[in-house]
Each structure stands twice: as C-alpha cells, then as structure tokens.
C-alpha cells in the first residue's frame, strides 16, 4: 500500500457574518478546502498555510488548536491522509493558482456547507465552526 499525506486549512473571514473560503479543482472539479502535499522538512501547519498562499494568493493565522483528519483510497493501492486546521485571515482579495484552481470564493458559512462536494468536508467545517464558535450549524 502506497501513503500521501496532505494538508490544508479551512479558512475563515469576518465580514457582516462569518465567510470561509472554498475552492473548485481544475482536475477533480469537485468543491473544498484549499490543501496540497507536505514538503520535506515542513510541519503539517507550515504546509496548510504554504498551500493556502499558492492556492489562494491569501497570508492565513493557522489555528492549530483545531486539527480534523480525513483518510480515504485514491486509487486501490494508495491510502491518502489529510490534515486539515482552521485559519483566519483578514483579506478577501483572492489570486487563484490557474494550474490547479478553476475558482476560489467566499461563502457564508450555511452556503458553503451546501456547496461543499463531500460529506466529510462537510462535517469538519461544522467540527470547526464548533469549536471557533463561529457558526453553530444544525446536523
């Protein structure tokens, strides 16, 4: 069995109400959190908030207090883990990576849980909302 780890934040902004930031795949065109591979060397917060630049163009605060993992198979042979934290940033102005991002944006909060392509994505953005106290979502 192969193993790929990644990491990657789900990223919240204060405007009139809460907003969190959601990405659509130029590959998969499915809708998530901004996330992408360790580097050698790095920490999994150092790698969230790498790949949330790159991704994004966004300078985050990672939270490490709020740390969700998601493992699911990619292919039958490789079992892939991601990590994902919670992160606040102030600034909306988005720069998606063309090579890999079709679109970035914001959402409420309730909008962006609709959104969202995996039901897995969706419990842990409740999870961090839970404990942020950003959002208390109903089940």
């Not at 809460?18 to 795949?25: D, E």
Request: hydrophobic share 35%.
């Amino acid at each position: 069995m192969n193993y790929e780890k990644s990491c990657g934040a789900i990223v919240f902004r204060k405007a009139e109400q809460w907003n969190v930031l959601l990405i659509r795949h130029v590959k998969g065109r499915h809708i998530s959190f901004p996330k992408g591979h360790m580097e050698a060397g790095e920490t999994e917060s150092q790698t969230a908030a790498r790949e949330v630049f790159e991704e994004t163009g966004l300078r985050v605060k990672i939270d490490r207090g709020f740390r969700a993992e998601n493992r699911y198979k990619i292919r039958s042979d490789t079992q892939k883990l991601v990590v994902i934290f919670a992160a606040v940033t102030d600034s909306s102005e988005l720069t998606p990576q063309p090579e890999e991002i079709a679109e970035a944006f914001w959402l409420p909060i309730p909008e962006a849980l609709e959104r969202l392509t995996y039901e897995r994505d969706k419990k842990i953005l409740r999870d961090a909302c839970r404990y942020s106290g950003a959002y208390a979502p109903e089940e």
